[in-house]
């Protein structure tokens, strides 16, 4: 009689067979709990990693960790995980720390976010109230009709990547024929430049013009108002924080507590909260920022 039993690929001829491939199998079975623990393990510190949060550097960085060091400090209690604000040196650094990837949490212009949502796989998550829009002005009593009739002519603008700056450019698809932006120290600035002779035309923003004193009006007039709306900054996140860390982003930013951990933010801004965003209505920003070397692919 044949005393050999088939199991699987093994043939048992013994009981010392029977417990070896018992042996082995445990032996197996061990490993394969202990990679799926270390799988497990491996998830929850990805989960819980830090979350690198930055901004434009438009003030200096002792005004950038108190401005918006509360608000972070305030998310890293709520999530019970670190949000890191990452003050950029300037805007070159900036620039190429976003270029690389290296922001989870950005609180910018409309155009960057657009960028990001395209490039980067971003969510727009919240952002402050209104809308944006630029107006191109100039000196009274200036022969200058139309703004396509700035082309290759001097512009003062904040220089790029101003939002209002590339929203004039934008004007232009001509390369040859765009404006020359003269940069200048904000946007009163702006028209101090035309005022002085130093261009022809001034861009700002609609609701700057708007609130402008009479006695400033006096000595300008309006070319052009863009007839286009932007939605203004706000906050977009990448990808490498779970969705469901990005929901929670998103609800704790729309609260009365953040709205307080804000307050300096809110102030800068002139708003009072911060509302819901949306990737569809910053996605075609993207192409603002064509005119920007390593944004423009």
């Given at each position: 009689?044949?005393?050999?039993i088939g199991?699987?690929?093994?043939?048992?001829?013994?009981?010392?067979?029977?417990w070896?491939?018992?042996l082995?199998?445990?032996?197996?079975?061990?490993?394969l709990?202990l990679?799926?623990?270390?799988?497990?393990?491996?998830?929850?510190?990805?989960?819980?990693?830090?979350?690198?949060?930055?901004?434009p550097?438009?003030?200096?960085?002792?005004?950038?960790m108190?401005?918006?060091?509360?608000?972070?400090?305030?998310?890293?209690?709520?999530?019970?995980?670190?949000?890191?604000?990452?003050p950029?040196?300037?805007?070159i650094?900036?620039?190429?720390?976003?270029l690389?990837?290296?922001?989870?949490?950005?609180f910018?212009?409309?155009?960057?976010?657009?960028w990001?949502?395209?490039?980067?796989?971003h969510?727009?998550?919240a952002?402050?109230?209104?809308?944006?829009?630029?107006?191109?002005?100039?000196?009274?009593?200036?022969?200058?009709?139309?703004?396509?009739?700035?082309?290759?002519?001097?512009?003062?603008?904040?220089?790029s990547p101003n939002?209002?700056t590339?929203?004039?450019?934008?004007?232009?698809?001509?390369?040859?024929?765009?404006?020359?932006v003269?940069?200048?120290?904000?946007f009163?600035?702006?028209?101090?430049?035309v005022?002085?002779?130093n261009?022809?035309?001034a861009?700002v923003?609609?609701k700057f013009?708007?609130?402008?004193?009479?006695?400033v009006k006096a000595?300008?007039k309006v070319?052009?108002?863009?007839p286009?709306?932007?939605?203004?900054?706000?906050?977009?996140?990448?990808?490498?924080?779970?969705?469901?860390?990005?929901?929670?982003?998103?609800?704790?930013?729309?609260s009365p507590?953040?709205?307080?951990a804000?307050?300096?933010?809110?102030?800068?801004?002139?708003?009072?909260?911060?509302v819901g965003?949306n990737?569809k209505e910053?996605?075609?920003l993207?192409?603002?920022?064509?005119p920007i070397?390593?944004?423009?692919?």
């Amino acid at each position: 009689m044949n005393d050999t039993i088939g199991l699987g690929n093994y043939d048992i001829t013994s009981r010392a067979d029977l417990w070896g491939i018992v042996l082995k199998t445990f032996k197996y079975t061990n490993v394969l709990i202990l990679l799926l623990a270390l799988l497990a393990v491996s998830s929850l510190g990805f989960a819980k990693r830090t979350i690198l949060f930055s901004t434009p550097p438009t003030q200096s960085y002792e005004v950038t960790m108190k401005r918006y060091g509360p608000l972070a400090d305030f998310l890293t209690k709520k999530l019970g995980r670190k949000v890191k604000l990452v003050p950029a040196a300037n805007f070159i650094d900036y620039s190429q720390a976003m270029l690389e990837n290296r922001y989870d949490l950005i609180f910018d212009g409309p155009h960057f976010i657009g960028w990001r949502i395209i490039k980067q796989n971003h969510y727009a998550i919240a952002k402050l109230p209104g809308k944006l829009n630029f107006a191109i002005i100039v000196k009274k009593g200036s022969s200058i009709s139309h703004y396509k009739k700035l082309a290759g002519k001097r512009v003062c603008g904040v220089g790029s990547p101003n939002l209002m700056t590339l929203g004039m450019l934008d004007l232009f698809p001509n390369p040859a024929s765009v404006p020359v932006v003269v940069p200048s120290r904000g946007f009163k600035g702006a028209l101090k430049c035309v005022k002085a002779g130093n261009a022809v035309a001034a861009v700002v923003p609609a609701k700057f013009w708007k609130k402008r004193p009479p006695k400033v009006k006096a000595s300008f007039k309006v070319l052009f108002i863009s007839p286009i709306l932007w939605p203004p900054r706000g906050f977009s996140i990448g990808d490498r924080v779970d969705s469901q860390t990005q929901q929670r982003i998103h609800d704790l930013l729309l609260s009365p507590e953040a709205t307080k951990a804000a307050k300096n933010i809110l102030k800068r801004y002139k708003s009072n909260r911060f509302v819901g965003a949306n990737n569809k209505e910053y996605r075609s920003l993207n192409k603002l920022l064509r005119p920007i070397w390593g944004f423009h692919n």
